[in-house]
């Protein structure tokens, strides 16, 4: 689908418009009964055939389609199916012959709003018409609010009210509504999985599957292996044949991370997936189609790793209809007090505890450093300080500690735990979720984990955990 679709898809809901309503059907006493009936709540529009709707639809999108099957040339089964699969597309009522059943079948699956047999009485007609309308109206409706939370700086899980970010929320939304291939680019830790998990969850395809390969953390061999999948004795170890990634997302959204480390040989087989929506098992002959939607996002910016001749012209523009660059966090500060605010919110409930407030001047010591592992830094550094800190407030001082703890020599990002803190921040978050399971029981607790009853007081002590 173009993203002219997409927007034009937008455009009809001022409220002192009336609704369009298509009505296609090649013939014309038909058409004008259909136009009688319904003139003065709606604009009508009329085609007689699929071609000249097509046409219609270009320049005036309706809200509501009355579709007449039985056109001459192409049917009207070909207009729905090809208009469905787009969010933004108008709900489609399918007119079918008399004893249409497998038909009006077929059309629902195929995403018609619903369906109506000849000879149908006239209230029927009208009732289905406007539940179309009214069910279009509320889609409009959920559509602008979203996108006006987006521009307030709100993206499902994500937060950032910097205009950067406002902006980005903004585009995001609306691409998620398309089928559109997106790349994400940005720094580590910037928010790009996070991104795409939200593009997906606001997308048609939001009922399917979202599933990632990190592209960077295997070896080319197994990259091919887990995005195609193999048959039973493909290789050896191969004891059962098993689906790829791109399998496992068809109809679904298909998340590659860190795409500008992939082999060469990797990238050529998945142009040639993209291209031609199919894949091969390693070790199979015939092809699965598959129909996915792809998410792609590199730290790497792949326009230069184009120009150094490390990633392919032709994949990228197969992957990167739109892109979407998230600016790292140096550049947007002014997000840093509402993302320690969500954060701080998040710890509180993940530690069934208050824990200390965060000092105005916590924040700003916050808002100065670079944090070059992004937004991930910024919340384990955050995580540490609500563990760490002694008194009831955060101060720039408990930021500073945590930043640089007196065990560690020689790390200076605030991202990092040595090891003591590591295995201290586990023990809290474990037994925390542990004793929250068991109702605060220590006993129960003990129990379940393996531990002695006695170990586990002293632990809690040591710890300052809240019992629920
Ligand atoms: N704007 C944001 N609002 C709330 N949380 C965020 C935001 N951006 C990132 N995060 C959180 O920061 C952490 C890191 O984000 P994520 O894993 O999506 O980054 P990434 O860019 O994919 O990193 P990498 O390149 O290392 O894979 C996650 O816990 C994510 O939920």
Redo the contacts with the bound molecule.
Sequence with gaps: MALAALWSGMIGSEPDMKPVLLVVDDEEAARYAIGRLFHSDFRIIEAGSVPEARQRLRTDPPDVILLDYDLPGENGLALLKELAPDPAAPAIILITAYGGERLAVEAMKSGAYDYLAKPYDIEELRLVVNRATERQSLKREVEHLRYARAGEGQ?G????GSPA?RQLFQTAERVAQSDLPVL?Q???????????QEIHARSPRSARRFVAL?CSALPEHLVESELFGYEKGAFTGAASARAGKFEQAHHGTLFL??IGDMAPATQAKILRAVENGAVERLGGVNTVSVNVRTIS?S?KDLPQAIRDGGFREDLYYRLAAVTLW?PPLRDRRD?IPA?VD??WRELRAKYSRSGPDMSREAIARLQDHTWPG???E??NALERAFVMAHGDSVTAADIQASAAPASSKSSTSLDEPDYREAKRLFEIEYLTRKLRENGGNVTRTAESIGMARQSLQEKIRELGLARP
């Design positions: 993206f899980r994500m937060t950032g970010m994400i940005g720094e580590s830790g910037t928010g790009k999985d996070v991104l795409a990190n991370d860190e996002a730290n998230i997000d993302l969500l954060f992004n937004v991930r910024l919340r």
